[in-house]
Nanobody, 125 residues
């Protein structure tokens, strides 16, 4: 059974940073596609960052230059480093995993089969 568990969320002031961690059981990181999404209550889930096993990555325009996705195969973990946070980054953040594909965008939820339960990030001004 595949299980993804996010951690590292919290409350920070504008301009601060956080590093989210996704610990994965039953699925090997670097095997297909992996990504981070975020969602605000009442809004659609938004793709933040993703990568494919071939090394290609994608970032939402709103986070380019501030967020960085990485993974550690030895620890079977996925990370999202978030710098220079703003109140607009406030959301519940989810990690996701799925089989390798070129056919859909790394920033689309439909690309992924497995999801974590989410971790809250709150940025105050």
């Amino acid at each position: 059974q595949v299980q993804l568990v996010e951690s590292g969320g919290g409350s920070v002031q504008s301009g601060g940073s956080l590093k989210l961690v996704c610990t994965i059981n039953g699925y090997t990181t670097g095997r297909g596609v992996m990504g981070w999404f975020r969602q605000v209550v009442g809004q659609e889930r938004e793709g933040v960052a993703g990568f494919r096993v071939d090394g290609s990555t994608a970032y939402a325009d709103s986070v380019k230059g501030r967020f960085h996705i990485s993974h550690d195969n030895a620890k079977n973990s996925l990370y999202l480093e978030m710098l220079n946070l703003s109140p607009e980054d406030t959301a519940t953040y989810y990690c996701a995993a799925g089989p390798f594909t070129w056919q859909t965008s790394l920033l689309l939820p439909a690309t992924y089969n497995y999801w974590g339960q989410g971790t809250q990030v709150t940025v105050s001004s």
